[in-house]
């Protein structure tokens, strides 16, 4: 397969029209960037830290994302949605080896998260049906984890093909009035929104998505904004987590930025801090609220045993006047990491966080101590009430009495 050397990038906010943000260039391995003079006008920073706006031929300071800077990389699937397009390739006899990371991106084309569009588009993948059986596509994402051929693996890729993270997940349009899904197209008929769809991995526990339902509703009864979640049921019985996605309104757009790839740390060999968070939160959002609102999730995360807080599970959003904000928070569940140890450490501990350290990573940013305890404090309140939630939400009794040992303990 030959290579493409040069791909088009691209900002689309809503129908008004795209702007040319420039161009990648693929030459001797090396991926080089460069702004178009006319985005330049605009004075939209879509890499604030790692790519500002200036004329001139760029790369990256870092090999961490294959060349690209962040901000491209951030466009790309990982985990879940790699496996699937890296099958949907073998099964067209093309070695995923062979794909260049500009190939990746314009396999995206339009439809990957964010406001960013990459062309020229490359291999088009299968039309879908519209009517989706959440049940069916549980059983074929296992299959694809396990390692057997699915029957419906061009359908998989189009569903979750441009979605993050380790546990399969897909993208779809839902109608909350009439409790009806179709296939994610990127323009939903009216009355559809944007939602993601997880399954469980194989490693999982069987109740995942209400365990993840039951960290929904505390985090939101612990102050901390989420995009609106709720559970689905599938024709076996079984039921899935689904979110409405945050880079959408509507059929509008809003520019989506990882941590990692805004602060060009690997996730998976992190470098981050509870500090980098704060720093970056303030400095795009320049409001002290933005410390507060980072405090509260990573006391969430200390003190509900969230230990896979690693930078792809932190964002940021821009609106189409240049306006940024952190996202909504994410992927707030019970979980581990490698070694047990905190993906982003909170000032400096990783291993045994504590309320000590959450109150000193508030005073080396000047915030008022007796406000921190009290936002600490409430987080904590909340998390100690951890079994109300997981009745709630229909977690089994065995791992609500696993995860209260070591919520209490911790």
Do not use: C
Request: aromatic letters at 10%; glycine letters at 10%.
């Amino acid at each position: 397969m030959k290579r493409l050397q040069r791909v088009s990038v691209f900002l689309v906010f809503d129908r008004s029209g795209e702007m040319e943000v420039g161009e990648l260039i693929l030459r001797e391995k090396e991926i080089f960037f460069q702004y178009h003079p006319a985005f330049l006008e605009t004075g939209l920073e879509i890499s604030p830290f790692k790519l500002p706006l200036a004329a001139g031929i760029r790369k990256p300071d870092t090999q961490i994302f294959d060349g690209l800077f962040g901000v491209f990389n951030d466009s790309l699937p990982e985990g879940w949605g790699r496996l699937l397009l890296d099958r949907a390739l073998l099964q067209r006899g093309i070695s995923p080896g062979e794909i260049s990371p500009l190939d990746r991106l314009s396999l995206l084309g339009p439809n990957g998260m964010g406001a960013l569009i990459y062309r020229p588009q490359g291999l088009s993948l299968a039309e879908v049906e519209e009517r989706l059986e959440l049940s069916y596509v549980a059983r074929e994402a296992k299959k694809i984890l396990e390692g057997s051929s699915s029957d419906v693996l061009e359908e998989l890729v189009q569903l979750g093909g441009s979605s993050g993270g380790a546990r399969p997940k897909i993208l779809v349009g839902y109608n909350p009035q009439s409790d009806h899904l179709i296939y994610g197209q990127e323009i939903l008929p009216e009355g559809y929104e944007h939602w993601i769809i997880k399954f469980p991995a194989t490693n999982d526990f069987s109740d995942i998505a209400q365990i993840e339902y039951a960290y929904y509703q505390m985090a939101i009864d612990a102050g901390i904004e989420m995009s609106v979640s709720r559970l689905f049921e599938g024709a076996s019985g079984d039921f899935y987590f689904g979110t409405k996605r945050f880079d959408r309104q509507g059929n509008r757009r809003l520019h989506l930025h990882s941590a990692s790839g805004l602060l060009h740390d690997n996730f998976r060999l992190s470098n981050m801090d509870y500090g980098h968070l704060m720093d970056a939160a303030f400095r795009l959002e320049n409001h002290i609220g933005a410390y507060e609102k980072v405090l509260r999730i990573a006391a969430f995360n200390v003190f509900a045993h969230n230990r896979d807080d690693h930078s792809k599970n932190f964002s940021f959003l821009m609106d189409k006047s240049g306006k940024w904000r952190l996202a909504p928070a994410y992927d707030l569940t019970f979980s581990a990491s490698a070694h047990g140890f905190h993906s982003t450490t909170v000032a400096g501990e990783g291993k045994s966080p504590d309320s000590r350290h959450l109150l000193e990573l508030a005073g080396i940013f000047d915030l008022d101590s007796a406000k921190a305890k009290t936002l600490i404090g409430e987080v904590q309140a909340v998390v100690q009430n951890w079994s109300h939630y997981a009745e709630s939400a229909g977690v089994s009794s065995s791992h609500k009495k696993d995860i209260d040992k070591v919520l209490a303990g911790g």
